[in-house]
């Protein structure tokens, strides 16, 4: 199995910065892609950004020109740079993968989640 470790959540004020890194680790033969996810309270969890092998990276609207996804593949690290942050971004920040891993003799595919982490800008 594939598990995701996030770290890097915590409290800033508007205007400030965050980095949100994912670690995945486990018997990974290959990942498809990796993204981040977003929920609120009393709200749905929503995409925030995806990153997929051999394309671009996608946005939800509210946060492009602010946040940049990027990936460490020798790693298999996610990143989460956020910038200009707002209030209306406080929420719990999850990292996504899929992908294939080994699970000997054969290979199948994954899809993980991490445990979260709590992003809270304060106004």
């Known amino acids: 199995q594939v598990q995701l470790v996030e770290s890097g959540g915590g409290l800033v004020q508007a205007g400030g910065s965050l980095r949100l890194s994912c670690a995945a680790s486990g018997s990974i033969f290959s990942i498809n892609a990796m993204a981040w996810y977003r929920q609120a309270p009393g709200k749905q969890r929503e995409l925030v950004a995806r990153?997929?092998?051999?394309?671009?990276?996608m946005y939800v609207d509210s946060v492009k020109g602010r946040f940049t996804i990027s990936r460490d593949n020798a790693k298999n690290t996610v990143y989460l740079q956020m910038n200009s942050l707002k209030p209306e971004d406080t929420a719990v920040y999850y990292c996504n993968a899929v992908g294939t891993y080994y699970g000997g003799p054969h290979y199948y595919p994954f899809d993980s989640w991490g445990q979260g982490t709590q992003v809270t800008v304060s106004s």
């Open positions: 990153d997929s092998s051999g394309g671009s990276a």
